[in-house]
């Protein structure tokens, strides 16, 4: 069935440094749907990022990330980390033709130190 | 104002106690969901609805049940708690299009 394998467990960054948060996902669909989901302490996760179309960037709040279907791969980058990036991290896979269910990694949380 | 929100915010629970817990959204989003989230499993699936009058098993929906009496509520219930059932629980909303949007969590302490 679909899946995803993202980074896990705590990743700790110094303020300035760049982003890297790697997914991969398996799918028996041609046209994947990707998401990244963004999750600041004591609150709930929101939609960071997402995407439909092989090869193509898309950005949001200083976040990029480009759907690659030759490598099954949906990182999210961000060039310069900050503080405020201190949050946990899920990417998700849309489960086509089952309702609209997503398929979420097991998360990784950044925390970005000055 | 708030989308989706969830009632109770906090509960606990003693062993073998009913809870349940509930979900409004004003999305006027067909599709719902019920997740858990442990820290080491992230977000995992419970219980989803296509409408009003349908749901439909998650990943883990032993010990749950849920109901969508109307397009805007959607509840989970846990007929005998146990403290293994203890989490925060987000409820969620979505389109065709994959992005939900997602309530403010219970947190849920069975004791």
């Known amino acids: 069935g679909d899946s995803v394998t993202q980074t896990e467990g705590l990743v700790t960054l110094t303020e300035g440094l760049p982003v890297m948060l790697n997914c991969t996902y398996q799918?028996?669909?041609?046209?994947?749907?990707l998401f990244w989901y963004v999750q600041h302490l004591n609150e709930s996760p929101r939609l960071l990022l997402k995407?439909?179309?092989?090869?193509k960037r898309t950005e949001h709040q200083g976040f990029h990330a480009t759907l690659h279907k030759s490598s099954s791969s949906f990182h999210l980058q961000k060039s310069s980390a900050q503080l405020s990036d201190s949050a946990l991290y899920y990417c998700?896979?849309?489960?086509?033709?089952?309702?609209?269910?997503?398929?979420f990694g097991k998360g990784a949380k950044l925390t970005v130190s000055p | 104002e708030a989308a989706v929100t969830q009632s109770p915010r906090n509960k606990v629970a003693v062993t073998g106690g009913k809870v349940t817990l509930s979900c409004n959204q004003t999305?006027?989003?067909?599709?719902m969901y019920w997740y858990r989230q442990d820290t080491g499993h992230g977000l995992r699936l419970i219980h989803y609805?296509?409408?009003?009058?349908?749901?439909e098993k998650g990943d883990i929906p032993d010990g749950y049940k849920a109901s969508r009496p109307s397009q805007e509520n959607f509840s989970l219930i846990l007929e005998l708690a146990t403290p293994s059932q203890t989490s925060v629980y987000f409820c969620?909303?979505?389109?065709?299009?994959?992005?939900?949007?997602f309530g403010p969590g219970t947190r849920l302490t069975v004791l």
């Open positions: 799918t028996i669909y041609s046209n994947p749907f």
């Open positions: 969620a909303s979505g389109g065709t299009g994959g992005e939900q949007f």
């Open positions: 998700a896979l849309l489960q086509q033709g089952t309702g609209s269910k997503l398929s």
């Open positions: 995407s439909f179309t092989d090869n």
């Open positions: 609805s296509y409408g009003a009058g349908s749901t």
């Open positions: 999305n006027n989003h067909n599709n």
